[in-house]
């Protein structure tokens, strides 16, 4: 009867210790998966970065100048470059296997656009292959496989004000000697100074509320998205919001 009770218990105790070393293992991968995405952020570009961004490019059923692919190429390699955010971003892309096709044509007032049916990032005409471009486009490609409202097309507003702030974000910290048009709101608007006071305090990791990140958000989208409505990109929408790419891409880490 002692016999068979202690090998009861220590049949117990056996997979007590099983479990539990499931339990750590099960949190090492996800330390470690957490660590990689801190990685791609905090490590400078790794060597032969160059050629790794290329895996992006559908270069099969991109019908257009070597020309313009060598600047895309270009763009690409200097945004993984000087954008750690941006580096985990086409980290990610890239090992997942998706592509986009480059595309260079007139599109009505679109300066570039990211077509999700035909993986598409195109730009309209040379003259817009410019690397805030490529950074929205990006963003949007990125988008449509990581925040699963945006991938049904839903929220078209909260996800096209994400992607300009972000924008924004990287052009001002990462580029600000080049030449450049702020996406968030118009330099006409009574509020521009305020919005590029606002996004000096993120830059400066001052803003720590997401209450109060989400209701800037909402004011200064509200004073950009009604100037562009359209069947598509309703205002209405942006009630409610609540950080998804933005919270990825750029608070990771830092909140």
Not at 25 to 43: A, H, I, P, Y
Request: aromatic fraction near 16%.
């Amino acid at each position: 009867m002692k016999t068979k009770l202690f090998r009861d218990i220590g049949y117990f105790v056996f997979i007590l210790l099983a479990l539990s070393s499931c339990v750590n293992e099960m949190d090492m991968v996800e330390d470690e998966q957490g660590l990689e995405v801190l990685s791609s952020r905090t490590s400078p570009p790794f060597a032969g970065y160059e050629n790794w961004v290329k895996n992006l490019i559908d270069y099969k059923n991109s019908e257009e100048s070597k020309s313009y692919l060598s600047k895309v190429e270009n763009l690409l390699q200097t945004i993984y470059r000087a954008i750690p955010e941006m580096r985990d971003v086409i980290d990610n892309l890239v090992n997942w296997g998706y592509k986009f096709r480059v595309a260079v044509k007139y599109n009505g007032e679109k300066k570039s656009w990211f077509n999700p049916n035909s993986s598409e990032i195109g730009f309209s005409g040379d003259v817009n292959i410019r690397i805030e471009n490529m950074i929205h486009e990006l963003l949007h490609f990125f988008a449509f496989y990581t925040v699963d409202e945006y991938r049904k097309r839903l929220y078209a507003a909260r996800e096209e004000y994400e992607i300009r702030v972000l924008t924004d974000l990287f052009m001002r910290r990462d580029f600000s000697t080049f030449p450049y048009e702020y996406q968030g709101l118009n330099s006409e608007h009574t509020d521009y100074e305020s919005y590029l006071i606002w996004l000096q305090k993120i830059l400066n990791n001052e803003v720590q509320n997401m209450d109060q990140f989400a209701t800037d958000f909402f004011n200064y989208g509200f004073s950009y998205i009604v100037q562009i409505e359209d069947d598509y990109i309703k205002v209405k929408d942006l009630h409610g919001y609540r950080p998804r790419l933005l919270a990825m891409v750029w608070f990771y880490g830092k909140i």
